[in-house]
């Protein structure tokens, strides 16, 4: 190895202890929470005693069951939701040039600088005043789409500059209707995108607190669930139920990464 | 050998020959885009079994013209018939048509077969029928034993086979071609402009072909468009362009032919004496001009009589100047020859390769009629 000058050993020693800071800081709170959720000893879990009682409790509780359901259910009709609305919305806005695209992208996006606690709020006056909609799973779902489109739009739109409309173009003198074409041609390019899109609004709904809480009426999901139990204080089920969030995200990711390394998704055409 | 047609093909075939309508037909067909005008008052007729390119510079409109004929652009003005039918108002999926893009555009996503049975999927046709003329292309084009690979698994030629067996699998009333070999190396580009002629051959299909290679164009074609300025500068045959260009653009392009300037001395009748920086050029004088006009003259290479100094005599009327070879150039079967003359220009001239009298630095004698060259009067601009 070729020699190091001290100089350069303390560049790298600070830069190495930077990184392993920054990671401990993003992942502590996390792993810690895990790691409290199977001891018995949550105050100061230090030697651990392990249990599963947190676990049990957990699983007993009246509303986990319903929680964890409605969770997926919002998770899942978000996703599609959005992933469908953002595919048409990145779809119309490269295909159709306008002067105004950029304006139209804007308008897609502004939805992430809101905070989150003001679309719910709203979505639930709208839903509630306008629509005449109670607060149930399906008001959960349109509020949630309302801020997991933008980030589905970006995923979609980032892969979606990159597609060759005139393929479109080719397919169409072949003899292909529009719609043909978007089930021939340009979907079977930009699915990855889409199943991206819909994971992540998926996940983002599934976790979302602040929207869902106030559109969902009395019906409980994992992180109302989560918010409610806090009221009480902290309990140790809590624990295990950050836990299973997390599990559950975590899983969907690694789904995606297996998908992505055996070559079933390819995030990111790169043509011919 | 050409794979036989299937039968279900030949009441197809007969129409064709009993069709009069011209294959293609365009009236007065324009479209701008901004403040381009890309095309403008374009008319033509294609027939049946003719292999017609499109000529021109970059820009020159070729690329919208043929979008235009696919529907993938509507005319602004003018209208647009594809055998006898009225086609300008309709999309490119109801006109039946086949083309062949430029960079292929197979898709990405299926394997060759698919990509070729793709118009035959979308007419619904059997798929059985499918099949069938799937071996049938593929042998035409001799990709056989490629269906199952994927486009990015094969070569830029074998991509462009591809792109030619989608094109023409349903027998289109029409195809269309722009630049297909473009993107292609010279000696693939020359083995494929004979397998395009001999596809255009069998299948009577009439061919739109657009380049901007003029010797594309010249091998390829029976007939042939210059296009420039989103205008046509003159239609015909090949030969009758190249021989008698119609327009200056025309006797500029093809050929790439010496370029003379100079001013007219004096008038001979039907020749004009040009004063050609000191030396007096005789050049058939082109129509209203008088002595004191400016000049644009085209002399085409091959067109020079090049030898020894007092080799032969001059014809009457003939062009003959001396002047000292600066280079030859091998070509092959011709070389080409740089002439320098007494004025100080440079001609080249194209020959025999061999051609022992002459010699690089020596003194040689090149003639030429005047008819040999195209003269136009110099354009104001
Ligand atoms: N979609 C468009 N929007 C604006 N201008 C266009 C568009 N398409 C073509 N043009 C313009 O129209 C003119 C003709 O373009 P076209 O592509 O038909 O030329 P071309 O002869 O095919 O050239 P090339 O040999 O470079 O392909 C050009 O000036 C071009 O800039
Ligand atoms: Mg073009």
New binding site residues.
Partial sequence: MAAVSPKERVVVVSQSSLLVFLYIFLYFPIFFIIYVSFVDNTVWPFPPVFTWEWYERLWIMSDFHLGLLNSFLIGIGTGALSSIFAASAAIGLLKYQSRLRGLFAVLYLSPLFVAGILIGISSLMFHRNILGLPGNLTSAILANTTQALSFAFLVILAQLTRYDWRMDEAAMVFGARPARCFWEVTLPTIWPSVLGAFLVSFILAFNNLEVTFYNVGAIPTLPTIAWGTLRHGIEPELYSLATVINGLVFFILIILFFLIRLGFVRLGYRGQ | MSAALPHHLTSLQLRDIAMTEPALKLEQVEKS??K?R??DKVSLEVNTGEFFSLL????????????IIAGLETPGNGTVHIGGRDVTRLPPYARGIGMVF?DFLLFPHKIVADNIIFPLKMQRLPEDKQKEQLNWILSLVRMEGYEDRYPHQLSGGQKQRVALARGLVSRPDILLL??PLANLDLELRKEMEVEMRRFQAELDIPFIY?T?NQEEALTLSSRMAV?HN?KFEQVGAKLDLYNNPKTRFVAAFLGSPNYIQGQIKRMEGTIAILDWRGLDLRIPAPANATSGDKIDYFLKHERILIQSLRESEPAKGENRFEGTLRDIIFKGQHSAYFVVLENGEELVVNAATEMPSLKIRHAVEVGWLPEAGDAFLKEED
């Fill in positions: 885009f901004d381009v890309a095309v021109g510079p970059s820009g020159s409109g070729k690329t919208t013209l043929l979008r430029q722009d630049e657009v901007h296009m989103g």
